[in-house]
């Protein structure tokens, strides 16, 4: 909570702080403060370095790009994905891991971005649903099988079942209700995002292998 | 949240260095399904986060002709999916298979998963671990305890969160922790202990200490699991009994009974233990070890319920050894 607070961007700056003092002063650190572990600076120093409370400067591998970014070390994952890279698919909802509409892949696993702290996911590939697009086959089935209503735990279960369906191409709709047990629908949809998963599980396999 | 230090070392040594005498000195940071948010809820709030994720050391599963040797670091997923693991240890790959959801599986961690802080309401909102009113009283027995302790010790009425412990306790694990004075071995039915007030933690780790791994002996007992949840996913068990047995010549000969979820660390049911020894393993011996195992059990004005869940969970786990 206090890490969106913190990281907004937006309303007027506050009296004697102007967005170009604050703008000069933070490229000033970012020139003193090495990357962080998991960056390719790491690799010259010896012995753990300290960083923070402060902002620093990261790195994220987010969508096969790589960003920079400066935030405190307290910054979720999440936090930066949408404040911070404009990346809003991904929705914060109980910021505990308890409801998966946050969910990323982070090397491959579907992972709750509330739960990771950003500074903590460098050298780390990270995918979200952003980088599946309109024509993915599972937005796709989705969409035909009327797997949403409101939309706002979609692009975490669309994330979730991505993940699911790519390792478990031959999936029934049994297999999908555990696998699936991380992402709460409070709309009830889950009749068809369970048939949706069955079909585009099949057609990532038949993409796969094409 | 508020704001703390951030380091990542890539040895142990290095971290232990990194952690103070205190809690709120340090904390130690693993797949960060708990610790994140204990700090957004301001149940803990450590000047300095430590991360063990560079730390490959941790990360292994070794097996020697005596003991399988779990890196802290390992994830609930690796474990339902270490072969090693699931030959010897059915009771385990089933209680880290129950965890909730793919999400926390995939990065939550044994050493994690076994210093989770207890989810009692009381101390997740600002209370304490033993959950003091203004008054100085618990508030436990007079408030809304339906998933608290039905086993209570002093007034320490939550109930120890982790699926791992009653079947690593069951099983003889011990967990390896390692501090700046070298590294000490504390079986498992020992690393909780009742706090006495509400500044201590609830296991016998201190905050210089850093869990490297749990070792579960080779003795070839059976070995099982049962978990009775309210919902399947996204919430912990109600109750749970894991069991550890060795039948020679159709006798039972060792017999240990843990019982999870109950209190507030994993419940050891000696009675349910002496009435398995010496008699064959049959349907009218497993229903006398439910019942004895839920004897003495003292509910409070909310949860009697789970008295019968967990007599239910002794009977099939034991059950689905024979
Ligand atoms: C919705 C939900 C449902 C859940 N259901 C279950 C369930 O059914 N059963 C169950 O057992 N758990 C359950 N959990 C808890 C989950 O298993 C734990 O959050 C997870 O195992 C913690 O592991 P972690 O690596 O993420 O730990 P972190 O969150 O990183 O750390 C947790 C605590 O352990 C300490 N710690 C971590 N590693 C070490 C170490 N190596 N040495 C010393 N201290 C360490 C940290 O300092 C912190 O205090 C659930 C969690 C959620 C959110
Ligand atoms: S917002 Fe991350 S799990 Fe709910
Ligand atoms: S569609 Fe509304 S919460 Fe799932």
């Known amino acids: 909570m206090d890490g969106q607070k913190h990281d907004r961007r937006a309303g007027p700056p506050r009296r004697g702080f102007t967005r170009r003092a604050f703008l000069k002063g933070s490229g000033a650190v970012a020139a003193a403060t090495a990357l962080v572990p998991g960056s390719r600076a790491e690799a010259q120093e010896t012995g753990p370095k300290i960083y923070g409370p402060g902002p620093v400067p990261i790195r994220l591998r987010v969508n096969g790009e790589d960003r920079e970014v400066k935030v405190e070390p307290r910054v979720t994952l999440l936090d930066a994905l949408r404040n911070h890279l404009n990346l809003t698919g991904a929705k914060k909802v109980c910021d505990r891991g308890t409801c ?26 990270i995918e979200t649903v952003e980088a599946l697009g309109p024509d993915h086959p599972m937005v796709q089935a989705f969409v035909e099988h009327d797997a949403l209503q409101c939309g706002f735990c979609t692009p975490g279960f669309v994330v979730a ?8 191409p031959n999936c029934t709709v049994e297999d999908v209700n555990r696998a699936l047990g991380g992402n709460i629908c409070r709309c009830g949809t889950y009749a068809g995002i369970r048939e949706a998963v069955v079909e585009a599980a099949r057609k990532l396999k038949g993409g796969a292998n094409a | 949240m508020r704001p703390f230090e951030y380091a990542s070392p890539a040895t142990v040594q ?21 610790l994140l948010s204990l700090m957004k809820d301001d149940v803990v ?17 070794e097996v020697t002709p005596t003991v399988v040797r779990i890196g802290a670091l390992v ?16 009771s385990l790959v089933i209680a880290a298979g129950g965890v909730t959801s793919p999400q926390i599986r995939h990065h939550g961690t044994v050493g994690g998963d076994l210093c989770q802080r207890p989810r009692c309401w009381y101390f997740r909102a600002g209370y304490g671990i033993l959950a003091t009113g203004a008054d100085g009283q618990p508030l436990v027995p007079r408030g809304d305890n339906r998933y608290h302790a039905i086993f209570p010790e002093g007034n320490a009425y939550y109930v120890c969160p982790s699926s791992l412990a009653p079947a690593l306790a069951a099983l003889e694990a011990s967990v390896v922790l390692q501090s700046p004075e070298g590294e000490r071995r504390v079986p498992v039915e020992e690393f909780y202990r009742i706090p006495r007030t509400n500044e201590e933690r609830e ?17 070839g007992l059976k070995n099982a699991t049962y978990e009775i949840r309210q919902r399947q996913l996204l919430d912990w068990p109600l109750a749970t009994a894991s069991v550890a047995l060795r039948v020679d010549g ?6 240990r009974v843990f019982l999870g979820h109950v209190a507030p660390r994993p419940y050891r049911a000696t009675a349910a233990e ?15 070890a439910a019942r004895a195992a839920v004897q003495g059990a003292r509910p409070l004005s909310g949860n009697q319920y789970k008295v019968q869940l967990a007599a239910t969970a002794v009977k099939r786990a034991l059950s689905s050894l024979i």
């Not at chain 1, 998966?100 to 590939?125: F, H, K, N, W």
């Not at chain 2, 005498?21 to 708990?34: F, K, R, S, V, Y």
């Not at chain 2, 709030?45 to 599963?61: C, D, G, M, N, W």
């Open chain 1, 161 to 168: 079942c991505t993940a699911f369906a790519l390792r478990n």
């Open chain 2, 274 to 288: 002496a009435t398995l020894m010496g008699a064959p393993l049959d349907e009218e011996r497993i229903a006398a």
């Open chain 2, 75 to 90: 994830t609930m997923e690796e474990l339902t999916q270490a072969p090693e693991v699931a030959a010897k240890f059915p």
């Open chain 2, 45 to 61: 709030a450590p000047k300095r986060v430590v991360s063990l994720r560079r730390i490959t050391s941790l990360k292994r599963i």
């Open chain 2, 14 to 34: 290095e971290a232990i260095d990194l952690l103070g005498p205190t809690w709120n000195d340090a904390e130690l940071l693993a797949g960060g399904t708990d």
């Open chain 2, 203 to 219: 296991y016998v780790r201190q905050p210089r200490e850093v869990l490297v791994a749990v070792e579960i002996p080779n003795t």
């Open chain 2, 250 to 255: 159709g006798k039972v000969v060792s017999a």
């Open chain 1, 100 to 125: 998966g509409a946050c969910t990323v892949l982070v090397d491959g696993a579907p992972t709750y971005a509330c739960s990771m702290l950003a500074i903590d996911a460098q050298g780390r590939e």
